[in-house]
């Protein structure tokens, strides 16, 4: 019901930053928390961000916060996940996603594919 499409994903030197962006079909994805996730290879997917469906409540990963920014915008059917101060443990697939809003993958129903965030040292 909901289709999530990441971009903005590439290559950055460790300090850097990048802005990653989700875009949502439908007009349903303004009931949805969104949430982003990573998955370094060997890992299992990680909690990185959260923001709820008016995009007034956000929770943030300790290993993010102070660096990254969540942030949404119904009508335009978009979320972006802003990183700064890169780092390379970083370095994973990002993932969006829409469903209840919480710290954790287990309430989020709808995935993107992912794109790739590669920090160097």
């Known amino acids: 019901q909901v289709q999530l499409v990441e971009s903005g994903g590439g290559l950055v030197q460790a300090g850097g930053s990048l802005r990653l962006s989700c875009a949502a079909s439908?007009?349903?994805?303004?009931?949805?928390?969104m949430g982003w996730f990573r998955q370094a290879p060997g890992k299992e997917r990680e909690f990185v961000a959260a923001?709820?469906?008016?995009?007034?409540?956000?929770v943030y990963a300790d290993s993010v916060k102070g660096r990254f920014t969540i942030s949404r915008d119904n009508a335009e059917n978009a979320g972006w996940l802003q990183m700064n101060s890169l780092k390379p443990e970083d370095t994973a697939v990002y993932f969006c996603?829409?469903?209840?809003?919480?710290?954790?993958?287990?309430?989020?129903?709808?995935w993107g594919q992912g794109t790739q965030v590669t920090v160097s040292s």
């Open positions: 996603a829409a469903g209840r809003y919480s710290a954790t993958q287990n309430t989020y129903a709808y």
């Open positions: 439908g007009r349903t994805f303004r009931s949805y928390a």
């Open positions: 923001v709820s469906w008016s995009g007034g409540t956000t």
